[in-house]
């Protein structure tokens, strides 16, 4: 009795199929059927052999190639920080008149980008903290400056 059923379903999900459109903009998709125990039995067969200096001259690639990802993206470590006054903090994020909100949101992040305490060398750590939070009140200063202009 299940059989059946499972038959019907099969032959109407077959029809289903054959009868939905095909999407043109996508283009026929190929298909490629892997026999997945077949390749694992080639695997494990030791007809295929791969010699230590062959992995390891792989690795050494892939290590030069991450070395130079992470080369291209890291960021040295500042070795010294501007003043922490909060009239030179103002003129580094460039603080004038009244700014919309989200202009003041982007200028914290960059700030933050460039001064966090986790972005200096570690004898620097203690000033960045303060120069974040002098930065942030200064914005927190202007957007309540902006509201109160509205």
Do not use: C
Not at 28 to 41: G, T
């Amino acid at each position: 009795m299940t059989v059946g059923k499972n038959s019907e379903f099969a032959s109407l999900l077959d029809e289903l199929i054959a009868a939905a459109p095909a999407d043109e903009e996508e283009g026929v998709r190929p298909h490629v059927s892997v026999d997945y125990l077949s390749v694992a039995d080639e695997l494990h067969s030791g007809r295929i052999k791969v010699s230590a200096d062959t992995v390891a001259a792989e690795y050494r690639l892939a290590e030069a190639a991450s070395e130079a990802l992470f080369a291209a993206v890291a960021q040295p470590l500042v070795d010294e920080l501007p003043s922490i006054e909060p009239e030179a903090i103002s003129r580094e994020l460039g603080l004038s008149g009244s700014m919309p909100s989200a202009e003041l949101g982007a200028k914290r992040r960059a700030f933050a980008f460039k001064n966090h305490p986790d972005r200096v060398a570690p004898h620097l750590r203690q000033r960045a903290m303060v120069r974040m939070q002098v930065a942030n009140m200064l914005i927190d200063e202007a957007k309540k400056a902006a509201r109160r202009s509205r």
